[in-house]
Nanobody, 122 residues
């Protein structure tokens, strides 16, 4: 069993930054690719960023490319998501999830955290 816990969400003004963290427990983090997804009110969950097991490959949604950075520290079992130049449209609940292989498809992810709320005010 794998558990994922997100933290770092909060309220920030447009143009500001937040750093989300995903802590993985239960199994070795290096066994999994990790993805970040988000869901805004009334919208479907959408892909944000993903990183493969050793950090050698990353994917980003076009909407966050150049503003968000995903990384991982397998020794600390954490996968941060650095979010800069935040926009009101980035407001959502952010989830991290674990999969065997890196993917932008949320159906490929087997384990999910409970989410952390990010609110960007204009």
């Amino acid at each position: 069993q794998v558990q994922l816990v997100e933290s770092g969400g909060g309220l920030v003004q447009a143009g500001g930054s937040l750093r989300l963290s995903c802590v993985v427990s239960g199994r070795t983090l290096s066994s999994y690719a990790i993805g970040w997804f988000r869901q805004a009110p009334g919208k479907e969950r959408e892909f944000v960023a993903a990183i493969n097991w050793n950090g050698g490959n990353t994917y980003y949604a076009d909407s966050v490319k150049g503003r968000f950075t995903i990384s991982r520290d397998n020794a600390k079992n954490t996968v941060p998501l650095q979010m800069n130049s935040l926009k009101p449209e980035d407001t959502a609940v952010y989830y991290c999830a674990a999969a065997w292989l890196i993917s932008t498809n949320n159906e490929r992810y087997n384990y999910w955290g409970q989410g952390t709320l990010v609110t960007v005010s204009s």
